[in-house]
């Protein structure tokens, strides 16, 4: 495995004792500033909001150049674009029981017409949320880098 100092990653946030080998790779970045991680604990049928630094000033990564989810159950996740904004997009995906997701970048649009999603503006994801959709607890893990 290649040097860590290689990737220019200066800090490193862990939070509710998140574990190395649960980690994404990160040597596929060239350069990375930040990685923030934690594991959620999901109760059934609730929103719960992960991420969302235009609200919560206290927020470690402002944005992201990847996000990486895994989760035990079943899971929504809720992506804003926009937030708070009137013209916000919404957009939803979701992970199979003991599937994962990975996004390699926070680019989103926004304030497109309904025939054509590319012909609004482009911006970046700014919030995430979790739903468990079946009724039964569970956890899932949230690294953002950027």
Request: with cysteine.
């Amino acid at each position: 495995m290649a040097d860590k100092a290689q990737f220019d990653l200066t800090k490193t946030t862990w939070i509710d004792g998140v574990k190395s080998v649960d980690r994404l790779p990160t040597r596929i970045f060239a350069s990375l500033n930040e990685i923030w991680a934690k594991r959620f604990d999901l109760s059934a049928s609730t929103a719960t909001i992960a991420w969302n630094p235009t609200v919560d000033a206290g927020e470690v990564v402002t944005n992201f150049v990847y996000a990486f989810f895994k989760s035990n159950i079943e899971v929504d996740i809720e992506l804003t674009c926009n937030e708070g904004d009137g013209n916000e997009e919404l957009f939803t995906l979701r992970i199979p029981a003991n599937g994962w997701l990975l996004l390699m970048d926070d680019a989103a649009w926004y304030n497109h017409s309904a025939s054509n999603a590319f012909g609004g503006t482009l911006d970046s994801i700014d919030k995430i949320r979790f739903l468990e959709p079946n009724a039964a607890a569970g956890k899932i893990y949230m690294e953002l880098g950027n």
